[in-house]
């Protein structure tokens, strides 16, 4: 596996004055030996001219966050990352790489979740190059293999985990996003490694049930809320039931048997459950009529 090595080239700025004067002086030459009918010497300042129009071929440009990958004859030379202008081997071939941080959000994958029901599901990965060699020659397109291994970590995390969690403690796509977010980031650097690519950043921006099961399962996480919701109700309904009883008991208000006790608790249960305004029943007999 190649590994990035950082080259130092020449300013750019100083062989271009070093070029144009030898050029200039090159030109001053020939016309020189034209007139005296040098022949020999007219070969050797058009020789001289196109060296030197040959090394200003060398020169290269390095923007700020982009890597210039220098290659001679095929193999690895350097990578330039320092901005400015330079100047390497004329014969060397350069390929200009980003640096800059780049996101994409991927397509809306249709896959079954680990309950085996089919959801959509999207993400946002942000990355960048962080090894130049790597990512020019051990992968053919490393933005393409970007693309296409962070859509497979997608399916397989969708697959991992389910879309709502059944039991309190389990993980699900739609409730533990930070842990999600997480392990998918993780999963996706692993996968890009070998691509000199470092996975700063991986959300979930898409999630959804599929089409043909959508409509029932909003009918599920909608008896799940009101099945929760009543729980609550209830649990504080018996806690108010119990302090009032205390307090009638500690106080001595009214002294209640059982069977007057088991009744005024259903009544409370009724007034503080139900869901409509309760009418109370004035009693304008006895305690036991």
Same mark, same amino acid.
């Given at each position: 596996?190649?590994?990035?090595?950082?080259?130092?080239?020449?300013?750019?700025?100083?062989?271009?004055?070093?070029?144009?004067?030898?050029?200039?002086?090159?030109?001053?030459?020939?016309?020189?030996?034209?007139?005296?009918?040098?022949?020999?010497?007219?070969?050797?300042?058009?020789?001289?001219?196109?060296?030197?129009?040959?090394?200003?071929?060398?020169?290269?440009?390095?923007?700020?966050?982009?890597?210039?990958?220098?290659?001679?004859?095929?193999?690895?030379?350097?990578?330039?990352?320092?901005?400015?202008?330079?100047?390497?081997?004329?014969?060397?071939?350069?390929?200009?790489?980003?640096?800059?941080?780049?996101?994409?959000?991927?397509?809306?994958?249709?896959?079954?979740?680990?309950?085996?029901?089919?959801?959509?599901?999207?993400?946002?990965?942000?990355?960048? =190059? *962080? /090894?130049?060699? @790597?990512?020019?020659?051990?992968?053919?397109?490393?933005?393409?293999? %970007?693309?296409?291994? &962070? #859509?497979?970590?997608?399916?397989?995390?969708?697959?991992?985990?389910?879309?709502?969690?059944?039991?309190?403690?389990?993980?699900?796509?739609?409730?533990?996003?930070?842990?999600?977010?997480?392990?998918?980031?993780?999963?996706?650097?692993?996968?890009?490694?070998?691509?000199?690519?470092?996975?700063?950043?991986?959300?979930?921006?898409?999630?959804?049930?599929?089409?043909?099961?959508?409509?029932?399962?909003?009918?599920?996480?909608?008896?799940?809320?009101?099945?929760?919701?009543?729980?609550?109700?209830?649990?504080?309904?018996?806690?108010?039931?119990?302090?009032?009883?205390?307090?009638?008991?500690?106080?001595? =208000? *009214? /002294?209640?048997? @059982?069977?007057?006790?088991?009744?005024?608790?259903?009544?409370?249960? %009724?007034?503080?459950? &139900? #869901?409509?305004?309760?009418?109370?029943?004035?009693?304008?007999?006895?305690?036991?009529?």
């Amino acid at each position: 596996m190649l590994r990035e090595k950082e080259i130092k080239a020449l300013s750019g700025w100083l062989m271009l004055f070093v070029l144009l004067a030898v050029l200039m002086l090159s030109i001053y030459m020939l016309v020189g030996a034209g007139r005296d009918a040098a022949g020999y010497r007219v070969i050797l300042w058009v020789l001289v001219i196109a060296a030197g129009g040959l090394c200003l071929g060398g020169l290269t440009v390095v923007n700020p966050n982009q890597a210039s990958v220098v290659q001679l004859f095929g193999a690895y030379r350097g990578t330039i990352k320092e901005q400015g202008l330079w100047w390497v081997n004329p014969l060397t071939s350069r390929r200009r790489i980003s640096l800059r941080i780049r996101n994409f959000e991927s397509s809306k994958l249709k896959v079954n979740d680990h309950d085996g029901n089919p959801i959509e599901i999207a993400a946002v990965v942000v990355w960048r =190059v *962080v /090894e130049t060699a @790597e990512a020019i020659f051990e992968v053919d397109d490393y933005e393409h293999f %970007v693309h296409v291994q &962070s #859509e497979a970590a997608v399916r397989i995390l969708a697959t991992t985990y389910p879309y709502d969690a059944h039991v309190e403690g389990e993980m699900s796509l739609r409730m533990s996003t930070q842990e999600i977010a997480l392990r998918l980031r993780a999963e996706i650097q692993e996968r890009l490694a070998k691509a000199g690519v470092e996975v700063i950043e991986a959300r979930i921006s898409h999630l959804a049930y599929a089409q043909e099961i959508a409509s029932a399962m909003l009918r599920r996480q909608q008896a799940g809320a009101v099945v929760a919701a009543r729980q609550k109700i209830v649990e504080g309904a018996v806690g108010m039931v119990e302090m009032a009883l205390e307090e009638l008991s500690r106080k001595g =208000v *009214v /002294e209640l048997d @059982e069977e007057r006790k088991a009744a005024m608790v259903s009544n409370l249960l %009724v007034v503080l459950c &139900s #869901e409509q305004n309760v009418h109370p029943v004035v009693n304008t007999g006895t305690l036991y009529q």
